[in-house]
């Protein structure tokens, strides 16, 4: 049955929200991966309109994603796939302004549709971390999911800088700002690091597949359940 639902889910039509809905309700309905779904997230503001229909973080890694800004329908389609979640999310701003608001509000969505999948955190592995090369780069994503928002990112690579820019105007600076707003929404504590030599214009493009892969890797590592936990909240503390 989850089969099927995946093969709706590429067909889905992004445009035709009532579609979204329906396959939400089915998906969350039929779904027998167990229950860490979030299902019809919304966050509407005067500035962007995101839509998440399914985020389930014990997924397959199927994904369907349209937030206007090619480069980060990429990126969110590696972290989903590469973190066996099946996230559905639909996106729209005012990006005649410029990506800004947009960007950032998708990081905004996603830290609060994770959130509310995830729970009290009962029983997860809760720290993680994964390093991905690519070409001749790599990064490294180390996550704490411990309700205390922090964000670090090390910029190792040759002069690369946080200004630099691909052919549509996505820049280094918006992907740092998307990951800062995700982690600190989520309220976990997240680093990365991206090292290389390469300095080209779409050397960018390879720092951030790296770092987008390595996250999805990493919060399902940390997500994941551990049976030797036993249902306990993961902390010394017995709350996080
Ligand atoms: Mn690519």
Same mark, same amino acid.
């Given at each position: ?14 445009? $035709? ?8 309700? +089915? ?9 860490? !779904? ?9 500035? +962007?309109?995101?839509? !998440?229909?399914?985020?389930? *973080? ?10 206007? !800004? ?6 969110? +389609? ?9 996230? &559905? ?5 005012? +990006? ?27 029983? *997860? ?16 994503? =180390? ?11 090390? $910029?190792?690579?040759?002069? =690369?800088?946080?200004? &630099? ?26 680093? *990365? ?48």
């Amino acid at each position: 049955m989850v089969k099927d639902l995946y093969e709706r889910l590429r067909k889905l039509e992004l445009t $035709d929200e009532g579609a979204c809905a329906i396959f939400a309700d +089915t998906y969350v309905s039929e779904s027998d991966k167990g229950d860490r !779904i979030t299902d019809k997230y919304e966050r509407k503001s005067r500035e +962007t309109q995101i839509v !998440i229909p399914v985020l389930n *973080i014990d997924g397959s890694g199927e994904s369907k994603i349209s937030t206007s !800004i090619g480069f980060l329908d990429h990126m969110l +389609t590696l972290f989903s796939y590469h973190g066996f979640f099946d996230l &559905v999310l639909k996106a729209a701003g005012d +990006t005649h302004v410029d990506k800004h608001h947009l960007n950032e509000d998708i990081g905004i969505a996603l830290g609060e549709a994770f959130k509310k999948a995830l729970g009290d955190c009962r029983g *997860i592995t809760r720290t993680a971390s994964a390093e991905v090369p690519m070409d001749m780069v790599s990064a490294k994503v =180390l996550v704490d999911i411990s309700n205390r928002p922090a964000f670090n990112f090390r $910029d190792k690579s040759a002069g =690369l800088g946080l200004g &630099v820019k691909d052919k549509e105007g996505y820049s280094m600076h918006l992907a740092r700002d998307l990951l800062e707003s995700f982690a600190k929404k989520l309220c976990i504590n997240l680093h *990365i690091e991206i090292e290389g030599e390469e300095k080209e214009e779409d050397a960018m493009h390879h720092y951030l597949e790296a770092a987008f892969k390595a996250l999805g890797m990493a919060l399902d590592k940390a997500t994941r359940i551990d049976p030797r936990r036993a249902g306990e909240v993961p902390s010394s503390k017995g709350i996080l």
